[in-house]
């Protein structure tokens, strides 16, 4: 069975450091591994998403990468602000008996960045 | 630009209640989800549907039902509602494969008291 695991569960950083989030997952067969961010009280909001034939990804200040060999992904955040706090979740879309229909999502980093 | 749509927003039950929530999308999306989010937990999938039509259970399916009668809905519903169903209900979809970005709904919170 597929888990991915988020460490660590917080972490609080001062701004304008740049900074890394962990992803590891069990199983290598992900079509894809994709990073949401969460506010509070709210919904996910898509942030990168890395295909299994891709190994990197980048959108502004972010840059997502992911080695399907050691099972684990990463988001690096660079010059990080206040506006960054929030919880960073990383999922990934499986493919189990031909169904691509399930995603495993970790527990999430809760960042907190200070001004 | 409306992307996933959840409704209601905000929901109380009283045990053994029954109610559905609407998940409605804008993207043609083949897929869609049901998730539930609780402290400690994270997301766990309930059911899902490739399809219209079609529907699959997932990690905890377990007093809910789910149909999928046209492409752009997906329904969850509750049957008799517990107390351990208390829980922000988040709607998502993608398209299929490798390039299947998810999106996600802003979430119902249900109390069942």
């Known amino acids: 069975k597929q888990e991915v695991t988020q460490i660590p569960a917080a972490l609080s950083v001062p701004e304008g450091e740049n900074l890394v989030l962990n992803c590891s997952f069990t199983?290598?067969?992900?079509?894809?591994l994709q990073w949401f961010r969460q506010d509070p009280g709210k919904g996910l909001t898509s942030l990168l998403l890395?295909?299994?034939?891709?190994r990197e990804q980048t959108s502004g200040r972010l840059n997502a990468s992911l080695d399907k060999s050691s099972g684990r992904s990463t988001l690096y955040i660079a010059a990080s602000q206040p506006g960054d706090s929030a919880t960073y979740l990383c999922?990934?879309?499986?493919?189990?008996?031909?169904?691509?229909?399930?995603?495993?999502f970790g527990k999430g980093t809760k960042l907190s960045v200070k001004p | 630009n409306a992307g996933v749509t959840q409704t209601p927003k905000f929901r109380v039950l009283k045990t053994g209640q029954s109610m559905t929530l609407l998940c409605a999308q804008d993207?043609?999306?083949?897929?869609m989800y049901w998730y539930r989010q609780d402290p400690g937990m994270g997301l766990r999938l309930i059911h899902y549907?490739?399809?219209?039509?079609?529907?699959a259970k997932g990690e905890v399916p377990d007093g809910y039902n789910v149909s999928r009668l046209k492409k752009q809905n997906f329904l969850l519903g509750l049957e008799s509602a517990a107390p351990s169903q208390t829980s922000v209900y988040f709607c998502?979809?993608?398209?299929?494969?490798?390039?299947?970005?998810?999106?996600f709904g802003e979430g119902s919170r249900l109390t069942v008291l």
């Open positions: 998502a979809s993608s398209s299929p494969g490798e390039t299947g970005e998810l999106f």
């Open positions: 199983d290598s067969a992900i079509y894809n």
């Open positions: 890395i295909q299994s034939s891709q």
């Open positions: 999922a990934g879309k499986m493919n189990y008996g031909g169904s691509q229909g399930n995603l495993i």
């Open positions: 993207m043609n999306h083949e897929y």
């Open positions: 549907s490739v399809g219209e039509g079609t529907t």
